[in-house]
Structures are given as C-alpha cells and as structure tokens.
C-alpha cells in the first residue's frame, strides 16, 4: 500500500514550452501533497504544498507563476513548469500523505526534467 | 526555522560491519518527528526509520536503529550487519507536526565494500 506515482518519469523539453508533470496517489487519498527539487548530488528542497481543493503554498523565492500547482482531487496533483529554461531541468519529485495516517509522507520516484 | 545538519557529506563501511551515520537539528518545538530515508541510485526516497519526540525509546526497525537524544537534538541512524544494498544517500529529516513539511539535511552517501 501507499504507493505514489509520477508521471513521465522522464522529459525533454525545448525552451520556452511548458511541461506537466502528474502526481497520484494509487491506493490513498492525498489531503496533502508536497513538490520538491533535487539538484544533482543534493538535498531536496521543498517548492510547494499543495492541499486538495485550494490554491497551492509555495515557498520563499519559489516562482508561483512559473511554476504551477493544481491539486483538484485526492489522489493527482500537477506541477506545470511554465516557459522552461535550461536553469529550470532538474529531478522533481512530490510526495503525499495518506489522510488516514497523516505522519508520513509517501514518494514519487521522480521526474528528471532537461531543457534543452 | 528549523534546521537539520549531517556533517558526515561520505561515509564507507566494510560488508557486514557497523556504521553509524550523524544528525543534528535545531528547534524550539517540543513535539516533533524525525526521518531517516534512503535514496538509492534510482532516486526513489524509502523511509529507514522515524522516531517521534515524545517517545524516550529509541527506535528500531530489524538492522537499523537510531540514538535520539532530545537534549543534545541529536538523531543518529545506527546499520548494523551492512549490506551491498545498503549503498545509498542517506537524509534525515524533521517534521514538527501532524502533515506540516519536512526539513530535510544535505544527506551522507553511504560506500559498503566488500
């Protein structure tokens, strides 16, 4: 159980489109899914929490026009990566927590973005 | 702002040694969690262990085990009997309530030899 899932798992992309990237949560229902960036050989940062059902909250000095949150049910929420650049390819990952067991959070296997 | 240290950036252990891996944090809540995951060359994040503040017992889960110490805010992850398949980036990780955000360290890469 508990199982998160992205989509795609990988993308390349042309500079100055827009890319999608899908988050579901297959066997639970997400109230919360969070957004993070993982830049080679580093820690994740969180982007963004995203609550079903309401405007997403981004964290300081994350771009919230560039990169948009949509969380319109319990189990998907979408990360669109608006106008690409090459600055933006990096591995994206979210994760969700189950309603019924708030106190851990369940990862998606991530997304590696290049823009070219 | 909670902040959570792992001054250890590479560790290495033979086969079926012991290593233990460091983590400090700073906060000024009472109540809180602490993770260990592993990320391992498919980056998918796998939790090893968590440990709630409340709790004075140190966790356990089969080969790892964790030292918390809440004075000292000291949360080190303990592999006992390693395996080839314990290679991995290691993060720990602070939460300090029901569904809030993780606060995640710079992480250890873990090198089991032979």
């Known amino acids: 159980g508990a199982v998160v899932s992205q989509h795609p798992s990988r993308v390349i992309c042309k500079s100055g489109t827009s890319v999608k990237i899908e988050c579901r949560s297959l066997d639970f229902q997400a109230t919360t899914m969070f957004w993070y960036r993982q830049f080679p050989k580093k820690s994740l940062m969180l982007m963004a929490t995203s609550n079903e059902g309401s405007k997403a909250t981004y964290e300081q000095g994350v771009e919230k026009d560039k990169f948009l949150i949509n969380h319109a049910s319990l189990t998907l929420s979408t990360l669109t990566v608006t106008s690409a650049h090459p600055e933006d390819s990096s591995f994206y990952i979210c994760s969700a927590i189950d309603r019924g067991w708030v106190n851990e959070q369940f990862f998606g296997p991530g997304t590696r973005l290049t823009v070219l | 702002a909670q902040t959570v240290t792992q001054s250890q950036p590479e560790m290495s252990v033979q086969e079926a040694e012991t290593v233990t891996l460091s983590c400090t944090y700073d906060?000024?809540?009472?109540?809180?969690?602490l993770f260990w995951y592993k990320q391992p060359p498919s980056r998918q994040m796998i939790l090893v262990i968590r440990q709630e503040a409340y709790k004075q017992q140190n966790a356990t889960e089969n080969r790892f085990s964790v030292n918390f110490q809440k004075a000292a805010k000291s949360f080190s992850l303990k592999i006992s009997d390693s395996q080839l398949g314990d290679a991995a980036m290691y993060f720990c990780a602070y939460d300090f309530g029901t569904a809030s955000k993780l606060t995640f360290g710079t992480g250890t890469r873990l090198q089991v030899t032979l």
């Open positions: 906060t000024s809540e009472s109540d809180y969690y």
